[in-house]
């Protein structure tokens, strides 16, 4: 094949163009709805696998995008993160969630995603006790879901930092559990209640015996270690027969409920 380099480069610097323009326009948007405090919240259940009732749920972010549809956080994280916008949003989603939990009955719980740039900021712990004691919210029906891979980053300050946050009753959960590098080792002295099985593995409930292995896997050694299991992603009856079967403790997926914004989630737990 003939190489036309010209026409290449063309293409190729008009895709980094409307990449970049792309780029600057989240960046903005992200000013705007932190200076508008105009961050949408979604709210998705987590079920209690043995009395089928709701015990927590999970706040994931969206942006408006001015037109019908919304923005989803695979979009903006990386723009928030690199510009260093996630620790502000970060504040304002959390405030907005403990604004909401009043709203919500007592025995239900809030988990909140923190992103490792959030938790590798100096005083982080501080900070977030800061603005739960300001909102009255009992610190036990808070839960923060970290990644083992921000966890790691700087292992022994963050250590730290979350013993600071369970010591005043705060539950942690590590999300996408199997999916990073875990140290079995550092589990171990991890202050951590909940693992959270990744929903890869969820989904190879059925087809994939090796995932279904792991799932296993995780089940039993959570409960050797006396912490609590979720599994995300639960979309079908057969996933859910598979889990209980096993014992895990919790699910969260399609199958019990998307993630819907305040005003229709108030309608599922009234
Ligand atoms: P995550 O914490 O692992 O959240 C679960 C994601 O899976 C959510 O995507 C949720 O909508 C989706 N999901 C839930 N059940 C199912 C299911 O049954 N099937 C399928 N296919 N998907 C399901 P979402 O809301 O787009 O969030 C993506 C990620 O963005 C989250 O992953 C989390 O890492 C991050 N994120 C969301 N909200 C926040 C936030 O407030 N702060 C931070 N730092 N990160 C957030
Ligand atoms: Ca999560
Ligand atoms: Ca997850
Ligand atoms: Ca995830």
């Known amino acids: ?42 709210y998705q259940p987590i079920i209690n696998l043995k009395t089928g009732e709701i015990d927590s749920l999970e706040a994931l972010f969206r942006l408006n995008d001015g037109n ?20 502000e949003l970060g504040e ?13 009955p007592q025995n239900i719980k809030l988990s909140v995603n923190i992103s490792s740039i959030q938790l590798n ?21 808070i839960v923060i879901e970290l990644t083992e891979t921000a966890i790691m980053d700087s292992v022994s300050e963050n250590i730290t930092k979350l013993r600071n946050l369970k010591e005043k009753g705060i539950k942690i959960a590590i999300d996408d559990f199997g999916t990073g590098y875990s140290s079995l ?28 292995m792991i799932v296993k896997t995780i089940i039993s050694m959570a409960k050797s270690m006396n912490l609590k299991t979720i599994a995300e992603g ?17 699910g969260q997926g399609y ?16």
């Open 1 to 42: 094949a003939k190489r036309t380099p010209g026409k290449s480069f063309e293409f190729f610097s008009k895709n980094i163009y409307s990449e970049i323009t792309r780029i600057l326009n989240l960046k903005e948007k992200i000013r705007k709805v932190i200076e508008e405090n105009n961050i949408l919240i979604y």
């Open 68 to 87: 019908e549809t919304v923005i989803l956080p695979k979009d903006i994280i990386p723009v928030a993160e690199e510009t260093g916008l996630i620790v």
């Open 92 to 104: 304002r989603i959390l405030n907005s969630v403990l604004k909401f939990s009043k709203k919500v």
């Open 121 to 141: 900021k100096p005083m982080f712990d501080r900070d977030f006790l800061l603005s739960l004691e300001n909102s009255d919210i009992p610190p036990d029906r």
């Open 185 to 212: 080792n550092y589990l171990k002295i991890l202050p951590v209640d909940f693992l959270k099985i990744d929903r890869s593995f969820v989904k190879g409930i059925g087809r994939d015996r090796n995932d279904e």
């Open 234 to 250: 639960v979309e079908t009856e057969e996933q859910l027969r598979f889990l209980i079967e096993n014992g895990c403790d919790y």
């Open 255 to 270: 199958y019990f409920g998307k993630p819907v914004p305040e005003d229709k989630i108030m309608e599922v737990i009234d």
